[in-house]
């Protein structure tokens, strides 16, 4: 079994957070390090660790942190200009929390992808 971290209980309403939306496959809230002016994790309901531990069976929920992201952009007024999604993957990839995360990043021109 995973370890808990503070994603899940933000997503069980145990610490404050600025929620934007949940349903019953992912939670979205915004981060609370924001990188640019519109920055929000999308966060799968259920623990998978890392992108290393998806299975079949989280399918539903990868596909929902897409739509959700693509709705949130929307409500951020990001859609037309255009925005970045994120996963972050371990060391190298800079994953901080253990807790599988879709970052939306934007309302400012990010410049390109660099390591
Ligand atoms: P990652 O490096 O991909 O694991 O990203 C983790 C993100 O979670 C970072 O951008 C942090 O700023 C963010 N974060 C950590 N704790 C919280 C929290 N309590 N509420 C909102 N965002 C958080």
Do not use: W
């Amino acid at each position: 079994m995973a370890e808990e971290n503070i994603f899940s209980k933000i997503i069980r309403r145990e610490i404050p957070a600025d929620i934007l939306y949940q349903d019953d496959l992912v939670t979205a809230f915004r981060d609370i390090s924001p990188k640019a002016p519109s920055h929000i994790l999308i966060v799968t309901n259920v623990l998978i660790p890392t992108a290393n531990d998806v299975t079949a069976d989280d399918e539903a929920a990868l596909g929902r942190l897409f739509t959700v992201a693509a709705k949130i952009a929307l409500q951020e007024g990001i859609d037309e200009e255009g925005y970045r999604l994120i996963v972050n993957c371990n060391r190298h990839g800079g994953q901080e929390v253990y807790h599988l995360h879709m970052h939306l990043l934007g309302g400012k021109p990010l410049g390109p992808l660099v390591a």
